[in-house]
């Protein structure tokens, strides 16, 4: 009897010795960010659309972690900042957009995530939009990774803009989506818009500091991306790699391949998100023909919410008020989904607060990196969290920020203040901020009920934090990248 205990002991400590050693002797894992364009927090099967079928994006839930309070920053440019550096994006001092031939971009003394894992011998790829500054000097392959194919903005930064007249003997598919674009509605008045409306520039795909096209076709765009994501990992499959794909869908002027044209009911934009989610499927399908599903963390989630003021062409943001630019839930608030067979629990979900601008910390942890002892990051990191199905007490207590954008250094925009079901909404006083409005997200995840007067408590500890928090970060804010000129 003692012997077959001491026989069970043994057995055991032998598996978990074996275990652990397997989890952590093995080579770090490969990292893939699937980030989508304007796609709201509504239009997955997963996140309970009506409409659009993402069955593969549905299966990557179901095999791993889907996030239900996941936040980006409310537009392009300053989501993509946070993405790469681990920071609120006015910390980097990049809280704007930055329109074609911009003199200023992401500063070249910021860390991205592809230069931290470049340095544990990741092999790095993007493919996409880039959006913090197309000057080559500011392009990815100037900011960690090994290669890039993509457009440097966003995909209606170019002459077919619905607020240019029509160009002489433009061909019949630009007009067409010149005239879709006006008729589904123009919102894009903000100020890196051309008072005339409109770029009169082309818009270039690149292949690092080549131009490979100007004006491609879009309705290719998505396919083109996805053949490069597929080729990229059966190349280095056998090498730690971190694969950036930032699909310029389904950002307008909405494109389609034909093999989706008209397949969805939910128009132009579910047969947009119908590709995509074919795209997702062809990387799974690799991952696994490769042998690599288990060495693969994917994760997928959005910049920002759906661009409401372009109406059926626009996404869905589903219960939640507001979309892109705003700071409501729908304009921050958006599908986050992590997939590691094998080390993150199948089937779970959190309501765990979490940001893009935790990929940094948490990518940086898995793969062994130190992170910048130099800087203050704002991110956190989740990997306990994806590997134990359990958000630590740190995750639990945080409090997480709404920013809005801002051109000026050291003047953040702050919008709102998060912890746990509480959000405060805040207001501009003298030289300060006062609180608004008081949202239980638990009970109202719809911001329909101002519960401030029944909370003074919960209100003025979230204000006293949010002014504290946002003090210090305009005080440690970094600089902008300028031109040399
Ligand atoms: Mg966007």
Known sequence: ????????????????????????????????????????????????????????????????????????????????????????????????????????????????????????????????????????????????????????????MWPFHPKMPPRPGESDRMTAARNRAAYTGFAGQGSFYPPDGGFPEPLPLLHNDTVLETNPDQTRLTTRYTEKAVEFIGKYKDQPFFLYLAHAMPHVPLFVSEKFRGKSKRGLYGSVMMEIDWSVGEIMKKLKQEGIDEKTMVVFTSDNGPWLQYGIDGGSAGPLRGGKGSHWEGGMRVPGIFRWPGSIPAGSRTSAIAANMDLLPTLATLAGAALPSDRTLDGMDLSGLLESGRPSSKIEDRFFLYYGGSRRTGQPNLKAIRQGAWKLVLGRTEGSYKAIELYDLHRDISEAENRMDQYPEVTQRLLTTAIQYNADLAKEARPLGRLQL
């Open 1 to 156: 009897m003692k012997k077959t205990s001491l026989s069970l002991v043994i057995a055991i400590v032998y598996f978990v010795v074996l275990s652990v050693g397997t989890a952590r002797t093995d080579s770090p894992p490969n990292f893939i960010i699937i980030f989508t364009d304007d796609q709201g927090y509504g239009d997955l099967g997963c996140y309970g659309s009506p409409e659009i079928e993402t069955p593969n994006i549905d299966r990557m839930a179901a095999e791993g972690m889907r996030f239900t309070s996941f936040y980006a920053a409310p537009f392009c440019g300053p989501s993509r900042a946070s993405l790469m550096t681990g920071s609120y994006p006015p910390r980097l001092s990049l809280a704007f957009n930055h329109g074609p031939g911009a003199k200023t971009g992401i500063h070249a003394d910021e860390i991205t995530i592809a230069e931290l894992l470049k340095s544990k011998g990741y092999r790095t790829q993007m493919i996409g939009k880039w959006h913090l500054g197309d000057h080559p000097s500011f392009l990815p392959h100037r900011n960690g990774f090994d290669d890039y194919l993509g457009l440097p903005y966003s995909n209606d």
